[in-house]
């Protein structure tokens, strides 16, 4: 048994990419990706339309099969019996079965999941005062995320897997659902890995960070380091000081440039410079509007950083 293997079986890791990659007829979804998710994470996966998020996320819940690579899920490299009570995944389109009820859509759950949690699921369906009696087919897109989040988390998983769950509610809806998430991951340390364009619906609740690009991975690793490497750096200095650190991606206006930059050993450089820890903020945008990965990605942040 090799380092990683004995991390995984350890529950070390709740994903770990290797070589990753997902072809279409079209092209590839996804290309020569690596990470690590540690269990007991709240993971954010960002990225622009067509990225490869969805993809990423279906891959983990096995409704993919890679082309090349693999992504191990809680340790196990295949699509196991053992793992599927283990993994929940809310998908984009949140397909439920329109003539069941909402009553009916629990005891399916319950008869479904050897772990059941039925208090919660009919928490999350009550706060969202949905009668048992009402059919899947007759609830609006929110209401039937707030069923397909019962279904998910009633399910009590260790790993739950969320492709844009917050998209179509209410802001009240998104507040407490997120709290729901929040609560469960510290009670029982569920890994929760979360897409979002919504970039302030992830900060302060996320503690790891995905970042997908044109199919690769941009930036991965634990939020708080990638925040403390970068600098946002203001200023009408000349940009080629900056030479000590690794530009990001700067804008000018007149005279002032704004840069957000990996922090190099040769700070000095920056003292003409402003300079503040980037928020989560700073951070995606700057990487997103950056130069195209396609011929210069690396996997992972720790090789991007080298
Ligand atoms: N079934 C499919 N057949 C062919 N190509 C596909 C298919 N599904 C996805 N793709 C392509 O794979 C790439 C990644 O798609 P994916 O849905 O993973 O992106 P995403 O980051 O989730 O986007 P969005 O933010 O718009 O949901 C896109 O170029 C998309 O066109």
Redesign the pocket.
């Known amino acids: 048994m090799n380092s990683t293997d004995s991390q995984s079986a350890q529950g070390g890791l709740a994903l770990e990419a290797v070589g990753l990659g997902l072809q279409?007829?079209?092209?590839w979804?996804l290309r020569n990706c690596a990470f690590e998710l540690p269990v007991g994470r709240v993971c954010g996966v960002v990225?622009?339309?067509?990225?490869?998020?969805?993809?990423?996320l279906a891959l983990g819940a096995r409704l993919l099969t890679p082309t090349e690579g693999e992504l191990r899920v809680l340790g196990e490299s295949g699509d196991t019996p053992e793992l599927r009570p283990r993994v929940g995944f809310v998908a984009?389109d949140k397909p439920l079965y329109p003539s069941f009820t909402v009553a009916e859509t629990l005891r399916l759950g319950r008869e479904l999941n050897p772990r059941w949690d039925q208090q919660l699921a009919q928490r999350i369906v009550d706060q969202g005062e949905l009668s048992g009696k009402a059919r899947i087919g007759s609830l609006s897109g929110g209401q039937r995320t707030r069923v397909a989040l019962a279904l998910a988390l009633g399910k009590r998983p260790e790993l739950l897997l969320l492709?844009?769950p917050m998209a179509d509610l209410d802001p009240l809806a998104r507040h407490q659902l997120m709290g729901t998430l929040m609560a469960e991951a510290a009670e029982h340390g569920t890994t929760i890995v979360l897409?979002s364009?919504v970039l302030a619906e992830l900060d302060g609740v996320i503690d790891h960070l995905l970042l997908?690009r044109s199919?690769r991975i941009m930036l991965a690793g634990e939020l708080d380091e990638l925040l403390d490497a970068h600098l946002l750096l203001t200023g009408g200095g000349d940009p080629a000081q900056l030479a000590g650190h690794t530009v990001v991606e700067s804008r000018s206006t007149g005279r002032r440039t704004t840069a957000l930059v990996r922090t190099g050993t040769n700070t000095d450089a920056t003292d003409a410079w402003e300079s503040s820890r980037p928020s989560l903020e700073d951070l995606l945008l700057g990487y997103l509007r950056s130069p195209s990965p396609a011929d210069t990605t690396t996997s992972t942040y720790s090789e991007a950083a080298a």
């Open positions: 279409h007829q079209d092209g979804a990225g622009p339309n067509g990225a490869g998020k969805s993809t990423l984009q492709d844009e897409s364009h997908v199919g």
